[in-house]
């Protein structure tokens, strides 16, 4: 009962929002998917698997003028790539691969947070310093999370059962600690958010209308930073470090801050240089063992799985974030970390094409389109940041499944795919005031 109540109240609190305005709906939604992981360890039902679905649901209901209204030419392009994407995992529901249960959950994790690249593209200035802001005290406030599972450990948190599984499985981290979750689901996704707000924080840094407003993005920014050496994943590390050297290499941000965020980057070496704890990083050092988890990762080449299931193995027979309660029910299960074979098992030759043609689009551009306004350096990490996460999605599964970062990449990538909104209103044409009040000079009229 507890959890059908979390999923009404999600879905009402964000509906309040998004009818208030699109940037309020976004961070109200992604503050649900922040505190999602531990929600659902710590009550235990299968509708509570359901409560980020919810929140985004009422987004979906709250702007549903904006998702269905006919497209322009701003981002006419951008919603019929989504329409399609959409449309070919509607079709696959009608053909009975799998249990009908399993293939809603499949369509869930192939289609539920596409709409979020279309509300990307709509978003004006103001929706975006809305979620910047939104994301730099939801950073701060899981980080509070992550500090004390660091000192009194996770199982205080997160109880022990099937849905935290994966969270005590990930004991690597030096002297036998796990790895910290902070308020996600597991440490990939505490990292992974972590890693997908940078982009923005460093535009609200930029962007910001009052110094509070840019202390508030440099403190998002340093919770980021901390959190993803607490999570201990190296991915992370290595797309956050990408992140670093091109915002101090390329970032027109004046020197001013360029200074200001390398003392930040410093502080936080510093901080990791100093504990243990916090530099599993450096397993990266180790060539053998890396080539040896890629290739553990990438352990059913993608071609492979086309031969032998060139249809599909039905919507939710990748492995699509299935609940363990539903688990047992999936036909001809296939094991696969590579987010390009999941996609190709669940929807098929033609599901994969799709996929790799709308990438191929918003990959080479025709946006992205960054302009000259105060968010070009925001949108130019942004659109690095989704096309490094698409490009490695081969040595990885999750990535169009992942909460909230599914939803972050999917707004980032629509949000940089067409020019802003503020960047396409036509120019009006300004009458210059009559500033010379003499009297009109009389005419003569020769009378008839």
């Given at each position: 009962m507890t959890a059908i109540l979390l999923c009404i109240l999600a879905c009402g609190i964000t509906w309040w929002a998004g009818r208030r305005s699109l940037g309020g709906g976004v961070v109200s939604a992604l503050t649900f998917g922040y505190f999602y992981g531990i929600v659902r360890a710590n009550v235990?039902?299968?509708?509570?698997?359901?409560?980020?679905?919810?929140?985004?649901?009422?987004?979906?209901?709250?702007?549903?003028?904006?998702?269905?209204?006919?497209?322009?030419?701003?981002?006419?392009?951008?919603?019929?790539?989504?329409?399609?994407?959409?449309?070919?995992?509607?079709?696959?529901?009608?053909?009975?691969?799998?249990?009908?249960?399993?293939?809603?959950?499949?369509?869930?994790?192939?289609?539920?947070?596409l709409p979020m690249a279309i509300l990307g593209a709509e978003m004006g200035s103001d929706d975006v310093y809305y979620v910047c802001k939104g994301l730099a005290v939801l950073n701060v406030a899981v980080l509070g999370f992550a500090i004390a599972e660091y000192f009194l450990g996770v199982t205080r948190f997160f109880p022990m059962s099937e849905v935290t599984e994966l969270i005590y499985v990930s004991n690597d981290v030096a002297g036998g600690f796990n790895r910290i979750p902070a308020t996600f689901g597991t440490s990939h996704l505490f990292g992974g958010t972590m890693t997908a707000t940078i982009p923005f924080l460093i535009g609200g840094w930029y962007a910001g209308r009052s110094r509070f407003d840019r202390l508030l993005s440099v403190a998002g920014l340093v919770a980021a930073f901390c959190g993803v050496l607490l999570s201990a994943t190296r991915s992370n590390f290595i797309v956050s470090s990408a992140m670093v050297i091109f915002t101090v290499a390329f970032g027109k941000i004046g020197w001013k801050r360029q200074v200001a965020f390398c003392l930040v980057i410093l502080g936080v070496g510093v901080l990791a240089m100093r504990n243990e704890r916090l530099q599993r990083f450096e397993t990266?050092?180790?060539?053998?063992?890396?080539?040896?988890?890629?290739?553990?990762?990438?352990?059913?080449?993608?071609?492979?799985?086309?031969?032998?299931?060139?249809?599909?193995?039905?919507?939710?027979?990748?492995?699509?974030?299935?609940?363990?309660?539903?688990?047992?029910?999936?036909?001809h299960p296939v094991a696969t970390e590579n987010e390009f074979g999941r996609i190709s098992l669940e929807q098929g030759m033609l599901g994969l094409v799709l996929w790799l043609s709308f990438l191929a689009w918003f990959i080479a551009g025709y946006g992205p389109s960054f302009g000259n306004g105060v968010w070009r350096s925001a949108r130019k990490l942004v659109w690095f940041y989704v096309t490094f996460s698409f490009c490695t999605a081969w040595i990885g599964n999750g990535l169009l499944t992942a909460i909230p970062i599914t939803g972050l990449i999917m707004m980032g990538l629509g949000w940089v795919a067409v020019p802003m909104r503020e960047e396409t209103?036509?120019?009006?044409?300004?009458?210059?005031?009559?500033?010379?009040?003499?009297?009109?000079?009389?005419?003569?009229?020769?009378?008839?």
């Open positions: 235990p039902s299968s509708f509570s698997h359901f409560i980020f679905d919810a929140a985004l649901l009422g987004l979906y209901i709250a702007q549903k003028d904006t998702l269905l209204r006919p497209g322009n030419s701003r981002n006419k392009t951008l919603r019929l790539w989504i329409a399609i994407l959409l449309l070919w995992p509607l079709v696959l529901v009608f053909i009975p691969f799998q249990p009908w249960l399993i293939q809603l959950v499949g369509l869930r994790g192939c289609a539920f947070f990266l050092k180790d060539t053998d063992y890396i080539q040896e988890r890629i290739a553990g990762s990438v352990n059913r080449g993608t071609w492979e799985i086309l031969t032998e299931y060139p249809l599909g193995n039905g919507l939710g027979g990748g492995g699509t974030s299935i609940p363990y309660f539903l688990q047992g029910q999936v036909r209103r036509p120019r009006i044409a300004l009458t210059r005031r009559r500033t010379d009040f003499r009297p009109a000079r009389a005419t003569s009229v020769t009378p008839a």
